[in-house]
């Protein structure tokens, strides 16, 4: 079996609030290994971002335990461990794409002409070749956060943490990058946590869905899918694929079924 | 369908260049009229104790070329400009470019030691939490005491000291000019927003990198709103500092000197130098600051 990257035991998380404590995570137990793709899916609130929050350790957990690569999440940050993406492209407009992209390469210390070489490569794997003197604001809002993506490919961390990266594309671009995001986790054979609110969106991309539901945020089933790695969007339209959709939207009911 | 070509006249005020040229005849007009009727007392005096015969002709003629007028008329302080600036040597007393380069170079040192100090502090504010809640009560404090009072003081006590001439000057503009950069900059070095801070985090970028790689970019439209007013009371700063101790040179020296005189349009002459200087100053500022947004990829 592939090396565990994140391995979850019985984490939560409570923010102090001026109206009580808020249980935005409570009892989580989650393994993922090396190479899967695993989505978490839930209504917002449920804790699916603050989850990937932590493991990126920009949130504290309160409770549990949590080890990123056999790491704390802060050591493993500090070694730059994952690629983040977060739901806005968050591109600096003062920068070109090329510098963009480079910014993390900056940063880490690589040399001008390697970090240059490395934009290259992923702005041509994101399919955002010839764009590197354009700014920021001369792109669409797909290719920003395809830019994105390569800026979070570019220091070939081997985990890539997603906050819902396409939340705010429209259906035609957003499957059109999903295709995309999926050769390039065949191809590159990183691990990829995804945070999402679309159940196609899940079960076209994961290896490994996640289902989360609210108050407390908590895991109410895992489901593991076998897709073949090749898979193009036609594949929505198969049984297999639309049984495994049910079950997740059966989960998410009953998440909030819980509530009623 | 090709768009009818605009009339030259609406062209005009398509841009800045007609609503100024209008605006600023107005008051032109407005001046004009304003110096006879302020003058108007002091010529009909004159014309009675010359004995003449006067009719509104000769008490227009009149108002608008007394030696001491209240209000002297715009030509008359052109004539002034002129002669002080391009009939006079510029190593004269006399000279106004020498009067106004005197102020200028102070203006500019106050100036640069105020930006430098208005953005150490704010760096220093922004980084440290303790230097918030101790520095941030005297800086606005600082602000409230007028700097007519506070002036004099500090030329004589630096004056005590040995420092003369430039440098009290300039620290009076420092004064007043490291206030809006400071306060500019503190809001700007907070501009980022915590998506672009988390991004930062991601990275494990250290402090220093987050300032250079984030904040100090995203701060620079803020520093240069609070340079274009520094700069402004900047010159304000160095012309009172002139003031109190009569001095010999600057724009303020020639405001005194009119004023002790009675040489309205030697004073009118000054004022009109130094706001010329200050549009050209600040004119300056805005330049830099559009050459700067397109370095950094502004649409244009």
Redesign the interface.
Known sequence: MAAKVVDIAGLSLTFETKDGPVYALSNVDLTIRRGEFVSFIGPSGCGKTTLLRVI???EKSTGGSIAVNGLSPEEA??Q?A???V?Q?P?L?????IERNVT??L???GMPKAERQARAKKYLELVNLGGFERK?P?QLSGGMQQRASIARALSFEPDLLLMDEPFGALDEIVRDHLNEQLLRLWDKTEKTVVFVTHSIPEAVFLSSKIVVMSPRPGRIIDVIETDFPRGRGLDIRETPEFLKIAHRVREGLRAGHAYED | MAAAKPKPIARLFAGHAGPVAVLGLALVALWYAGAVWLNADLQIDAFARAGTDWNFTDLVAGTWAQERPLLPAPHQVLAELWRTTVETGIASKRSLVFHGWVTLSSTLLGFAAGALLGILLAVGIVHVRVLEKSLMPWIIASQTIPILAVAPMVIVVLGAIGLKGLVPKSVISTYLCFFPVAIGMVKGLRAPDL??L????????SAR?TFF??RW?TSLPFLFAGLKVAISISLVGAIIAELPTGAQAGLGARLLAGSYYGQTIQIWSALVAAALMAALLVALMGAIERQVARL??A?S
Request: hydrophobic fraction near 45%.
């Open positions: 990126a350790d920009l940050r500090l730059r994952y690629g983040y977060f806005a968050a600096y407009p003062w920068r070109n910014l993390p900056e940063i880490m700014f604001w | 998506l672009q988390d991004l930062m985090r991601t990275y494990s970028a990198q790689y984030l970019p950094m990829g649409r």
